[in-house]
């Protein structure tokens, strides 16, 4: 069975005093106003991954806009392991700091919730995507590639970390050589693993792209940098050692730049178009669009074909932008995918032929009569 939420609370989080939710595997469909509230569940379904969510606030931010009470919440889902109760929020003490738990068992990280739980997301805020920096195509891919595997949340967080700390011992002029080459080490380590990770999840993203069922403009991947080039030449541990005495040569000049300049946090992100072979920071606003939903498709299409599983999607004002013949071919992928899909909107006529629960959302309110 693909992984989905069975029950949903809120309390105290954002528009939200308190609110119980229970739907089924079909799509979900949140019409209301705009500021009713319908991104401030997705953005509440997204906090049940590691991160910051959709919006990347910080954990006091998504306290109620009202009382100023800390937010927490709760989900029964059926995840990647079976049924499982996910439970997190700001600590009550005042500390900007989020506690998650596991079927009642505090977490030993957040990234325990990659490995029970899978979200794929698309807002309106993610449009300029393509024409944007590699910074955020990267953290794209990233979430991505959360749902091929597990551990590379852990792995990013472990190369930032010791990437931080030695660009901190450069700044200050600490040349402790046995120090320094620990941390290289690990962060060579660490970064050829979330680079064969990246490539893998590329290469099934490509191939999901292909099938024939596929409707959306075809995208095609395609990463770049001093490290992808060094595994197209050699194996990952001659990579590895590669980029390790890479770091060691370039410390006089990582410590006048006063940071890295080479590594997996560097990598360069190219989405093509396939048909018109174009990239995609030249195309059309609308096929950009639809590129993104094509990659938020294929993804969900390879995650069944990697894992047997299709990640819970949340599409924000998504159907509202596109035009009629895209808009039900989409609704007929997701039906297809069998994903449990939460959509947003304003006019509940947009979702027209989509077999789906639907609810209105008022002003920190849902009314739960009106699933279909």
């Known amino acids: ?24 595997i079909r799509p979900v469909v949140l019409v209301g106003a705009n500021g009713a509230g319908k991104t401030n569940i997705l953005e509440a379904i997204s906090l049940l991954t590691p991160g910051r969510g959709l919006r990347r606030a910080s954990v006091s931010e998504l306290d109620n806009l009202h009382n100023g009470k800390p937010w927490a919440l709760h989900a029964e889902i059926e995840g990647l392991k ?44 993610m449009d300029t995507l393509f024409i944007e920096g590699n910074s955020e195509r990267r953290k794209f891919l990233d979430r991505l590639v959360f749902s091929f595997d597990g551990a590379h949340a852990t792995r990013v967080n472990a190369y930032e970390s010791v990437m931080r700390e030695r660009n901190r011992l450069l700044q200050m002029g600490q040349t402790d050589p046995v120090w320094l ?29 292909n099938i ?14 001093a490290v992808e080039e060094l595994l197209t030449q050699n194996s990952a541990l001659a ?28 990598t360069k992100i190219d989405v093509i178009h396939k048909e018109k072979n174009l990239p995609a920071e030249f195309c059309s ?75 209105a959302v008022d002003h920190g309110s849902i009314q739960a009569e009106l699933f279909a």
């Open 285 to 359: 606003t609308g096929e950009q669009k639809a590129l993104l939903v094509s990659i938020v498709l294929a993804q969900a299409q390879a995650g069944a074909l990697w894992h047997g599983n299709v990640p819970v999607m949340l599409l924000d004002e998504v159907a509202t932008h596109l035009d009629g013949t895209r808009r039900e071919a989409l609704f007929t992928e997701l039906q297809a995918l069998g994903a449990q899909c939460w959509l947003t909107g304003t006019d509940h006529d947009v979702f027209e032929g989509l077999d789906a629960q639907v609810l």
């Open 212 to 225: 024939p069922t596929h409707v959306f403009p075809k995208a095609h991947i395609v990463l770049s940098g």
């Open 1 to 24: 069975m693909n992984i989905h939420i069975k029950t949903l609370i809120l309390s105290n989080f954002r528009n939200y005093s308190y609110a119980h939710l229970e739907v089924d």
């Open 82 to 125: 079976g049924p499982a109760n996910i439970g997190t929020g700001r600590e009550c003490n005042g500390n900007d700091k989020r506690i998650v738990k596991i079927d009642e068992k505090t977490a030993r990280s957040h990234t325990d919730l990659a490995r029970i739980f899978s979200v794929l997301w698309l807002t309106p805020q």
């Open 181 to 209: 080459t620990a941390l290289e080490k690990k962060m060579a380590e660490q970064g050829i693993a979330i680079a064969v990770a990246r490539q893998n999840a590329a290469e099934q993203l490509n191939n999901a792209m």
């Open 239 to 266: 990579t590895e050692n590669g980029f390790r005495d890479s770091l060691k040569s370039s410390r006089a000049q990582d410590a006048a730049a006063g940071r890295a300049l080479t590594g997996v946090h560097r």
